[in-house]
């Protein structure tokens, strides 16, 4: 860095404004030119699968969640986003970001620094001398060029950012929140179904017991449905097992302590209802997916600080003023006072670190692009995976569904033909246990419909606005 330093009192002031002509002519030959800023270049896709162009704006509410049509689901969501650490932490870091922007901008006001002092001294065969001194300085580093502007408009680029990413985390919390609680209420149908499936098979084995006795069956037989009571047990106790496991995680999410959350038991086939399939275009969904807002705001700050990086090439102008006394009686201090001011032009002619700032800023703004065009591709394949998903299990539920007509007409007809004594209990039992696996299949399914619809919900953005970045 060269410093050119002007006294308006100097003789030779003239000749040293004319050496600080040529200095600032030779640094106009640095390239500080910046294009418009626009959107980085990333694949193109104009619909997805099997879907009708549809504004996402209309099929998806803000409170998507409540579609689901369950008042205890609502207010879980509250709950957790009143009180989920992981999005305080993100509310926070978007407080620091707007102190950051108000830390940029106070670098283009001037500083005043303000000091007094006092010495003594004392030498053999001397008496002690005292002096006092009091004095004050203003620095101001003018921003010509907008260097400075150009850092608070690149840290007003991370402070939108960063409320992306809040929203980015508000959604992931109500997604999680969802699935967790669906989850929960599948572990409860399935462990009364479970138990049903126990008792029944119980059943099954008094009356094997009773034709063990009565010479009709042989042992192994009986031992055989003992041991398909343990599996049962063994498997009941696992599912209580998964289902606390899944209230503490609801726990967390909710920012309550684990263990200390009581969900009633519910059954999920009756107490969720399964809302419409959401949709959205493609365009739509890089203005309004938190993920991939947050990512090309990143891009305008990496494109903010290149311009901060190049303007740094050109001269500074700064003005110091400086103010003062002294004296050898502190009564006598404030009787005189001297000031000065002193116009300075920095120029950085030979500092190889200015330049080589520059290129650092442009492949730090690449990595911001390429990271932005790896968000979008991803939130594609978000999208296109929960539609492909949804569309199988919503036409595997058709499937099922039919299963259970089909084994509830066998279950009837084989009752009935116990009854004339056509057939065993043992047949009966047997068929009204594949209806009951069935039965636990079309239950996963819905679990799994909802689960699909809650990812769909977050991968096309969540009911979010759309964020133009470019506008300032």
């Known amino acids: 860095m060269h410093t050119i330093q002007l006294s308006l009192s100097r003789p030779g002031a003239r000749r040293s404004a004319v050496a600080a002509l040529c200095a600032a002519m030779l640094c106009g030959c640095a390239d500080v030119s910046m294009a418009p800023y626009r959107r980085p270049d990333t694949p193109v896709k104009s619909s997805w699968s099997g879907q009708p162009p549809v504004s996402a704006a209309e099929t998806i ?11 205890t689901l609502n207010d879980l969501v509250a709950r957790a986003v009143a009180g989920n650490f992981d999005v305080k932490i993100l509310a926070a870091r978007i407080q620091v970001a707007g102190a950051e922007v108000g830390e940029a901008r106070a670098g283009a006001l001037p500083t005043l620094d303000a000091g007094a002092g006092a010495s003594f001294e004392k030498s053999t065969g001397q008496k002690l001398s005292k002096s006092f001194n009091l004095g004050t300085q203003v620095n101001w580093d003018i921003d010509i060029w907008g260097k400075v ?10 402070y939108r950012a ?18 967790t609680y669906f989850q929960i209420l599948q572990f409860d149908e399935q462990i009364d179904q479970q138990q049903r499936a126990l008792d029944k098979n119980r059943q099954i084995l008094s009356t094997f017991d ?28 696992e599912l209580r097992r998964a289902r606390d496991l899944a209230a503490n995680a609801l726990s967390t999410l909710l920012g309550v302590p684990a263990g200390e959350l009581r969900i009633a038991p519910g059954r999920l086939q ?32 990496a494109y903010d600080l290149v311009g901060q990086a190049k303007l740094a090439q050109l001269p500074s102008v700064s003005l110091t003023g400086r103010g003062g006394s002294s004296s050898f009686a502190l009564t006598d201090l404030l009787k005189s006072f001297t000031f000065g001011l002193l116009p300075s032009i920095n120029i950085p002619i030979f500092d190889p670190s200015v330049k080589a700032h520059v290129k650092t800023s442009e492949a730090q703004t690449r990595v911001a692009e390429e990271q932005y065009r790896k968000t979008v591709i991803t939130a594609f394949e978000d999208v296109e995976n929960a539609l492909v998903n949804l569309d199988a299990h919503r036409k595997q539920r058709t499937e099922l569904q039919q299963q259970i007509d089909n084994l509830k007409t066998v279950s009837a007809q084989t009752e009935a033909q116990l ?15 594949s209806l009951l696996s069935a039965q636990l299949a079309l239950l996963a399914n819905h679990q799994q419909i909802l689960a699909d619809t809650v990812t769909l919900y977050k991968a096309l953005g969540g009911g979010w606005p759309t964020v133009e970045v470019g506008s300032r």
Do not use: C
């Open 162 to 179: 960063s409320e992306a990413d809040w929203r980015a985390g508000y959604l992931k919390l109500v997604s999680d929140v969802s699935t």
């Open 419 to 433: 009854k004339e004594g056509v057939v065993s209990q043992l047949e009966l039992f047997e068929t009204e246990r």
């Open 270 to 301: 009756d107490r969720v209802q399964l809302p419409a399939v959401p949709s959205g275009l493609p365009s739509e969904l890089l203005k309004r997916r938190p993920d991939i807002v947050a990512a090309e705001f990143r891009v305008l700050e």
């Open 61 to 71: 509410a803000p409170d998507w969640w409540k579609e689901f049509r369950d008042p």
């Open 149 to 158: 502007e150009k850092g608070v408009q690149a840290q007003k680029a991370e």
């Open 210 to 237: 009773a034709m063990y006795k009565s010479g009709l069956l042989p042992n192994t037989r009986v031992l055989q449905q003992r041991a398909e009571i343990n599996r049962l047990t063994n498997d009941l106790l």
